[in-house]
């Protein structure tokens, strides 16, 4: 798989394995401005914004270190938009990161809630 096609189809793995686990997916790669969100999602009554990282092997870092400071900053600015555009100025939200490592033929997926503030 090259990257771009590594990527789509972590996305998809992330969104059918967080529906498994009781989120409901709202959008997929919502953009606003220059930014975008791979995924906007309910968990439990609370919104959250999904950043998905696929990688094929930790050789350069594990998936959840290349969500940098500057794209968590990315990612609040396209949440603002996002909870603008939806009329949702004072829904509770929070960021997770689906972080998502295959190895050969085994693939191992995790996420971190709250990941960021």
């Known amino acids: ?6 990527g789509r189809v972590g996305e998809e793995l992330a969104a059918k394995w967080l529906e498994q686990r009781g989120y409901r997916i709202l959008h997929r790669n919502f ?3 220059r930014g975008e969100v791979d995924l906007v999602a309910e968990d439990g009554g609370e919104l959250v ?11 350069f870092g594990t998936p959840e270190e290349a969500v940098t400071p500057a794209k968590e900053e990315q990612m609040k600015k396209v949440a603002e938009g996002y909870l603008l555009k939806h009329g949702l100025e004072q829904q509770a939200c929070r ?8 190895k050969g033929s085994d693939v191992t997926v995790s996420i971190i809630k709250n990941a960021f503030v």
């Open 1 to 6: 798989m090259k990257g771009q096609q590594t």
């Open 95 to 102: 960021f997770d990161i689906v972080s998502i490592v295959y």
């Open 31 to 33: 953009r606003f401005d």
């Open 49 to 59: 914004f999904i950043e998905v990282k696929t990688r094929r092997g930790v050789g």
